[in-house]
């Protein structure tokens, strides 16, 4: 069988079994739509209720301190503060005020929480007043949520507290509103939602009163008691699929206890509806669909065939070692961009071998560096006792040494300690520890960089060098190790100073490129020839008079280890330029 007549078979039996996969991702995607839409619905009425509820919180402490500012107030905190108060007289205080202000509950109680007076339950005089108190106690100034106990029953309400002071003693007032159908009916629903508020299994409410089957509720509400945090599910309220309702509860929660929850629930009547018709429809089109395939089949063969023929010849180019192979992009469909990705992969190819080649390099002179450092390490305690045992024969016969060894032994320590430094250098690099990458700004690393350096841009005596700062204007977020690459970066500028010993201009720029970020240092010094440029990242080469010619060695190990790329550029006469390409964030 040929391939175009496999093609051709595949594609009838792609578009057939398209069609039937449309009909099931429209079906699955509509129903995530509604489920998207409904979930909004419903964090609206759940934001709205937070609103209200913090609104409604604001009067009643308003209706709290009012109460406390009242003459009854006073007159009660100055005969609970007495010596000897009666305090029988202040029995029917509390409902007056309750009465005044439009409270449903209000406790007044002395400081060790014992009633004086009750407004929703007189007979709890002298009783310790047992409401769930803020996480502040009785100084919290904001409303809270509390459950109040009552002769029959309890309830939930949005309470606040505030203190009448009288004699040098305090008396407490805590009140509140109650929190019931009437509060639910003031939020604003949409069609097909509603909210309910459970307090107990025996009071589960919305607007228009108790839930009947609230039962249905029991797992959703338990769950959320249980953790603490809001939980969704969907309410299969009676046998037929129209009947369910996806809801959203709330926990409402006060001194790390759950008191109620809040339910805000859409129905999915119009959600399944459309699912059945979606199903029939795809049920029609599919059919339709194999027909269309096969005129469909016929004309992608001719078009598919040749560009992968094309494809497979430029595979075969790369497969013998021919990496700068390239095929012809004549479409911008799906086969066109295959052919494109052909033509990248085989460009990464080439930069994956050069990177490859660059890292193997940093590894073997990260080698070389450790036994160099480990050989030249073993002859300098020697030398050292040496020179210490010349220094302290001459302390004992300075007749006869005196002139000589002192000058000796000053340039030998002087020459132990460069050398010293140079295996301390070679060290430092052939034990350089894994990046700790860490996404930052580009931009934010190269400011930190050269405001090291502020101070000899700006001194007026000697050679000057001037600064110019070319950073991209949006933010270059990279995945570096911050010290690491701080580091390189700042080689690469007391590089390019010490290039300019009579002064000059130092650039830094940074951009953002096709293959990633990069960073690019310059200047204006005496430049580097061809040759230079090529030897200029081997350990222990350098131009400079007196360098250990490591430093660009770190840098380009550093640039290594983070999956970039770093050249140089250069004329004699003209200056150089370093430039490190960095991979995009999430690629490093």
Known sequence: MTFRTKLLLITTSTVAGTVALATGAVSLWTRRTFERMDQERRQALVRQFEKDLA?????????????????????????????????????NDARTLAEQQGLDFLDMVQPDMSIVSSAHWPARFGYRNDWPQPAKGLEETGAFLTRVAMAEDSAVGLAA??????????????????????????????????????????????????????????????????????????????????????????????????????????????????????????????????LLGLLIGLWTTERVTRPVEQLAAGARRVAGGDWNARVPVISQDEIGQLAQAFNTMTSQLIEQRDRAIQAERVAAWRELARRLAHELKNPLFPLQITVENLRKA?????????????????????????LRTIIERFSDFAKMPAPQKEDVDLNEVVRGVLKLFDAQFQRETGPRIEMKMGLADQSLHVKVDREQFSRALKNLVLNAMDAMPGGGTLTVKTEREPEGVAVQVSDSGQGLTQ????????????????????GLAIVQSVVSDHGGKITVSSEPGQGASFRIVLPPEGEA
């Open 55 to 91: 609104r409604r919180g604001r009067e009643v402490v308003e209706k709290v301190e009012a109460t406390a500012k009242a003459d009854l107030s006073l007159r009660a905190a100055m005969e609970a503060g007495r010596a000897n108060p009666d305090l029988s007289l202040l029995l």
């Open 161 to 290: 507290v505030h203190s009448v002071s009288a004699g040098g003693k305090k008396l407490y007032l805590l009140g509140a509103k109650r929190l019931d159908a009437s509060f639910l009916a003031t939020l604003g629903t949409a069609p097909g939602t509603r909210v309910v508020l459970w307090l107990s299994p025996k009071e589960v409410l919305d607007a228009t009163g108790p839930v009947r089957g609230s039962e249905r509720l029991a797992g959703l509400v338990s769950e959320v008691v249980q953790s603490g945090r809001e939980a969704s599910g969907v309410v299969q309220w009676t046998s037929e699929r129209e009947s369910a309702e996806a809801v959203q509860a709330l926990p409402l929660t006060s001194g790390g206890g759950v008191l109620g929850v809040l339910l805000v629930g859409t129905s999915l009547r119009e959600q399944v509806q459309l699912q059945r018709s979606i199903q029939w429809t795809g049920l029609v089109v599919g059919t339709s669909g194999i």
């Open 394 to 418: 001459r302390a004992e016969h300075p007749e006869a040494f005196e002139e000589l060894f002192e000058g000796c032994t000053g340039t030998l320590l002087d020459e132990l300690k460069n």
């Open 531 to 550: 040759e230079e440029c090529e030897r200029l990242f081997t350990p222990y080469y350098t131009t400079k008079r007196h360098g250990t010619g490591l």
